[in-house]
């Protein structure tokens, strides 16, 4: 299993997060958030704050997955037993092929408002509304704590492989992905997403990295044709960190 051949970008990657967190304050809102989106089985309908990277395409420009290092430092969903959710997390996707998958952090969606899970999830038919799938696992992660989600494929072959470790230690492979997904990407995303009826709370800090090269390795958000940027709905923020690389940001929900 080939995660990350180049270490010195691993580590640099985790150092950047770690530097990330040690001056992380999550800022409280001035007043009384408005929460214009609602949970609904429509991605449009809910609220994200969002690094996105949308490249040329192949041949000139594509690659072979990315990266999130996630610390979620606060997370409540007061309409969790309706099913209310929020998520951190990464997803990758192409313009030739119409589903995506995804993997991250969620708290809600009938568990419990405060408490929070790895997840995976993937749709190979996006906007046909079938052959979705999730799974989320039952045990926890801790707030404040770094962990690691990688979407790769290695092998070319549309084989889309999800892995999770922390802070580029104990990876194993959560689950693989095979039915009509492209063996290239050039679209990444990864931020907050919430899916709510009542406002949720959601305080976290990223650090990205895009997979491509031979050997296969990590290197930041920013492609030869295109950079990375940043996109928030109603009463989500976004920011990058600065003197980072671009993508690497913290985001919180209210403003």
Not at 97 to 113: K, L, R
Not at 183 to 200: F, M
Request: net charge negative; charged share 20%.
């Amino acid at each position: 299993m080939t995660i990350c051949k180049r270490i010195a970008l691993c580590v640099l990657l985790s150092s950047a997060l770690t530097a990330m967190i040690i001056g992380f304050t999550p800022v409280a809102p001035a007043k009384a958030a408005t929460w214009k989106c609602y949970r609904s089985a429509e991605e449009n309908h809910h609220c994200y704050a969002l690094t996105e990277w949308d490249m040329v395409g192949c041949p000139k420009e594509c690659i072979q997955g990315g990266v999130a290092n996630i610390v979620t430092e606060s997370m409540d969903v007061p309409g969790w037993e309706s099913g209310d959710f929020v998520t951190n997390e990464l997803w990758v996707s192409s313009h030739t092929w119409p589903g995506w998958v995804e993997s991250g952090q969620i708290a809600g969606d009938g568990m419990s408002c405060c408490e929070i899970h790895r997840f995976e999830a993937a749709e190979p038919n996006y906007g046909k509304g079938k052959d979705f799938t999730m799974y989320i696992q039952p045990g926890t992660v801790k707030l404040k704590e770094a962990h690691d989600y990688v979407i790769q494929d290695l092998e070319y072959n549309g084989i889309w492989r999800v892995y999770w470790g922390q802070e580029n230690t104990d990876w194993y492979e959560a689950g693989a992905y095979n039915h009509e997904y492209s063996s290239s990407n050039d679209e990444l995303e990864a931020g907050l997403e919430g899916g709510a009826n009542t406002q949720p709370y959601n305080s976290g800090v990223q650090a990205l990295a895009g997979v491509w090269g031979e050997p296969p390795s990590w290197h930041p958000w920013e492609g030869a044709y295109s950079k990375a940027k940043f996109s928030e709905s109603p009463a989500t923020c976004i920011e990058q960190w600065p003197g980072s690389w671009i993508g690497n940001a913290f985001y919180h929900t209210p403003c």
